[in-house]
T-cell receptor, first 114, second 114 residues
Framework: AQSVTQLDSQVPVFEEAPVELRCNYS??????LFWYVQYPNQGLQLLLK??????LVKGINGFEAEFNKSQTSFHLRKPSVHISDTAEYFC????????????FGAGTRLFVKA | NAGVTQTPKFRVLKTGQSMTLLCAQD?????MYWYRQDPGMGLRLIHY???????AKGEVPDGYNVSRLKKQNFLLGLESAAPSQTSVYFC?????????????FGSGTRLTVV
């Protein structure tokens, strides 16, 4: 069965420090990978996606993620965070199991401190 | 361009009451989804639709019904609300030949059942 694991439920970090939010998935078939961001009291917004090609993908707000097929990971990174990056981040995987199905991780709450 | 609009934004129901949540999209997307979001559990798929006139069950369909009579609207019904249905409900739309372009989410409906 497919699953998505976000390894940290909360990540506190100081402003201007780098951050990495970790995501691992399990799937025996090809996948499409996504990161979404959810600001307080809002819906989720697509941050970036990996469909094929270059394993390093860049998204909005200075975020990037790297697809590692051998480690089945898709970690999200930002070299220098801002207070405004405080939000919940969700990793998601779309797989083809006789129909395309998307599975979301449980989320990682990023808290940026001044 | 409104994107995905959910109504209402907030609702309090008494146990046993019924209600309908409306999701409307103006992006001409084929796929539409209803998710519920509960603390620490990420997003769980309730029902989905791959096109006008079609619906299918997701991960947690019990206690909910849906209809998609028009392409732009996806309705979620609770026939007899229970406290376990207290949650934040999100509608999402998807597109792409393999539904792999990522989702667009509404801003959510916060439902409390007392």
């Amino acid at each position: 069965a497919q699953s998505v694991t976000q390894l940290d439920s909360q990540v506190p970090v100081f402003e201007e420090a780098p951050v990495e939010l970790r995501c691992n998935y399990s799937s025996s078939v090809s996948v499409y990978l996504f990161w979404y961001v959810q600001y307080p009291n809002q819906g989720l917004q697509l941050l970036l996606k990996y469909l094929s090609g270059s394993t390093l993908v860049k998204g909005i707000n200075g975020f990037e993620a790297e697809f590692n097929k051998s480690q089945t990971s898709f970690h999200l990174r930002k070299p220098s965070v801002h207070i405004s990056d405080t939000a919940e981040y969700f990793c998601a995987v779309t797989v083809n199991t006789g129909g395309f199905k998307t599975i979301f991780g449980a989320g990682t709450r990023l808290f940026v401190k001044a | 361009n409104a994107g995905v609009t959910q109504t209402p934004k907030f609702r309090v129901l008494k146990t046993g009451q019924s209600m309908t949540l409306l999701c409307a999209q103006d992006m001409n997307h084929e796929y539409m989804y209803w998710y519920r979001q509960d603390p620490g559990m990420g997003l769980r798929l309730i029902h989905y639709s791959v096109g006008e006139g079609t619906t299918a069950k997701g991960e947690v369909p019990d206690g909910y019904n849906v209809s998609r009579l028009k392409k732009q609207n996806f309705l979620l019904g609770l026939e007899s609300a229970a406290p376990s249905q207290t949650s934040v409900y999100f509608c999402a739309t998807g597109t792409g030949s393999r539904n792999n372009y990522g989702y667009t989410f509404g801003s959510g409906t916060r439902l409390t059942v007392v």
